[in-house]
């Protein structure tokens, strides 16, 4: 019992970290799922945008840190163009990528690309591409 009550503060703090750093009030959502609709990516993603919002609200931060979610939105705010209540998802996913770099984890290594592929690639794009998938 004691121990279920520390989980859900750690997870509470945990989302209000979240919607403090993503300056999104999660609350607002409410399932329409224009979202995952409009969303160009969303084919790829373990848990669609819209499920993202709902799994927050429920406390469940640990599912969706790790489903692929967040790795693979592109940040285009398709989402928040989208939503009737003005939520971004792309803010919220931002935030738990961030979350997850500041405490150094990489999602990918660079010392797993190629070296023929960064001695070709211009130098933008790698750092570009990158910026959400390392510290």
Request: glycine letters at 8%; charged letters at 25%.
């Amino acid at each position: 019992m004691k121990i279920k009550l520390l989980k859900e503060e750690i997870e509470s703090a945990s989302i209000h970290h979240l919607q403090r750093i993503s300056g999104e009030d999660l609350k607002k959502c409410y399932q329409c799922g224009n979202c995952s609709g409009g969303c160009p990516v969303s084919y790829e993603m373990e848990i669609a945008p819209s499920q993202v919002m709902r799994f927050l609200q429920l406390g469940k931060i640990e599912e969706v840190m790790k489903a692929n979610s967040m790795w693979v939105c592109v940040g285009c705010l398709q989402c928040y163009s989208r939503c009737p209540k003005g939520c971004s998802v792309a803010a919220v996913l931002e935030g738990l990528r961030q979350t997850v770099l500041r405490k150094g984890e990489d999602f990918e290594k660079i010392s797993k690309i190629p070296m023929q592929f960064l001695k070709n690639a211009p130098q933008q794009a790698i750092v570009c591409g990158f910026r959400k998938f390392v510290s």
